[in-house]
Structures are given as structure tokens and as C-alpha cells.
């Protein structure tokens, strides 16, 4: 897809990774950005910094675990030809198996059925105007066990699950759902894991792997929207490595 002219909406775009994407959208010459988070200020420091790119930037301040209120909004967006699926949260203290119940439906809400809720409304809007591209961020944690927040790490594996069904999209709707999974990235998750800091588990973690920067990952993502050789379903893994970014493609066949 090119880019130029086109409506994007992100999701938790007032920092990291969504900021990131955002940034580089208003560079490719997206028309107008949808700017979607709670953090209220963090999201008017992205659409000064859209806007000063040339895009109109609209912020809108949403709490992705009230799903009346993400089901309202993307419902009254109407055209929208990219979306990024980027918002996310880690479970934070207390970890499973101790964390209440109500905090157990939240991180799911936010992570995972939101996601679909929006990627399910603009899918269809998305038809309706010839097509369009979805990117969701999951995390190469989707690609195997081990990680210490079971949480995160479940509904990150629902999230690609959910990208790899919706494969038939492009064939069927000329809508491509890809995604992005990102290693190990320079953001402010890092500091929630464990309240204000990292949690101590994630202390090999954050030893033993290289940070990739946000910027790292938004560039996959545009290269995902750009590329439209890509099957529905695609997935790229962005990890860095003795200071080289790499990546990982995974490619997926729609199911008879």
C-alpha cells in the first residue's frame, strides 16, 4: 500500500513503539492519524510531533479495557485504510498465579479482545472502501515458552493465533492482517513488569538481550503496510543482535 494520502489509526501511540510508527506514517505522507491511548498528555506530545510531519493528528484518549467504549469509537471512525493494533500491557505485581481475577480479565481485555473488536470493525470498513492493511503488535515471546508473565505471554500467543486465522481477509476482503512481533524493545513496559521498576525475574532477560530500539519495530511495520506481495497472516520478528537488527519471517497459508 502506499502510504501517501491514506488514514491510520494507532493504538497506544503516546509513546514507544505506537509513537514510533506514528512518526514514520506522518514521514511516509499519511494523510491523517488517529492517535489512541489513556495517557492523555503522552498522546498530545505525539500529535505535536505528527503534526509538525505534515499529518493532521487527532489523539484520542481511550481505555482499551472498556470494550462499549473501544466497540463506540472505531464504530464512528468510518474510513480508515491502516490500522496498527499496537496497545499493550504487562501484568505488573501481583504476577499469576496471585493476581486478582478482575486484573487477569483487564490485561486479556487490553491485550487481545480489543484487538479483535478493532480489528474486527475495521476490517469491515476497510471492505466497504477496497481494502486496507492491519498490523498487530504481538511479541516473540507468541514464538515459545518460558516467559515469567504468563499473562502477557498467553494473550500475546492469542494475538498471533488471531492475526494467522485472519490469513483469508486478503483474499476475501482485500484486507491484509499481519504481524509484528517485536524482541526485546526500549520502552516504558519495561518499567511497569515490576510497578515503577523491571521486575528482579527480568533481570537475565534484560542482561542477556539487546534492546532493540522502537524505531526498529516501526520500520517493520511500514515495511508490512508498503509490501503488498505479503500474504494475510505474515508475521516478522524484529530482534537486535550484536547491535545488528534482524528478522525472522514467518508466512502463513489461509486454511482450505
Known amino acids: 500500500m502506499d502510504i501517501k494520502g491514506k488514514r491510520a489509526i494507532v493504538t497506544g501511540a503516546a509513546s514507544g513503539i505506537g509513537r514510533a510508527t506514528a512518526l514514520m506514517l506522518a514521514g511516509r505522507g499519511a494523510a491523517e492519524i488517529a492517535l489512541v491511548d489513556i495517557d492523555g498528555a503522552g498522546l498530545e506530545d505525539s500529535a505535536r510531533q505528527v503534526a509538525a510531519l505534515g499529518a493532521h493528528a487527532i489523539p484520542h484518549r481511550l481505555d482499551l479495557a472498556d470494550l462499549a467504549a473501544v466497540e463506540a469509537w472505531f464504530g464512528a471512525q468510518g474510513d480508515v485504510d491502516i490500522l496498527h493494533n499496537n496497545a499493550g500491557v504487562v501484568s505488573g505485581p501481583d504476577a499469576f498465579p496471585e493476581m486478582p481475577v478482575d486484573r487477569i480479565g483487564w490485561i486479556v481485555d487490553v491485550n487481545l479482545t480489543s484487538l479483535v473488536v478493532a480489528t ?20 516473540t515471546v507468541a514464538l515459545g515458552p518460558g516467559f515469567r508473565d504468563a499473562m502477557y505471554a498467553t494473550t500475546k500467543a492469542g494475538a498471533m493465533m488471531f492475526t494467522r486465522c485472519c490469513a483469508a481477509l486478503k483474499a476475501d476482503w482485500n ?4 504481524g509484528v512481533l517485536p524482541g526485546l524493545t526500549d520502552t516504558p513496559i519495561l518499567h511497569t513488569t515490576g510497578g515503577d521498576r523491571a521486575a528482579d525475574w527480568m533481570a537475565p532477560i534484560l542482561a542477556n538481550n539487546e534492546r532493540c530500539q522502537p524505531e526498529d519495530i516501526a520500520a517493520a511495520v511500514i515495511d508490512l503496510i508498503e509490501d503488498d506481495g505479503l500474504a494475510g497472516g505474515d508475521w516478522v520478528a524484529v530482534r537486535r543482535e550484536q547491535g545488528v537488527v534482524t528478522r525472522q519471517w514467518g508466512h502463513e497459508t489461509p486454511a482450505a
Open 120 to 139: 474486527q470493525i475495521a476490517a469491515r470498513a476497510m471492505r466497504a472502501r477496497g481494502g486496507g492493511v492491519i498490523v498487530n503488535t504481538v511479541s
Open 175 to 178: 484486507v491484509r492482517v499481519m
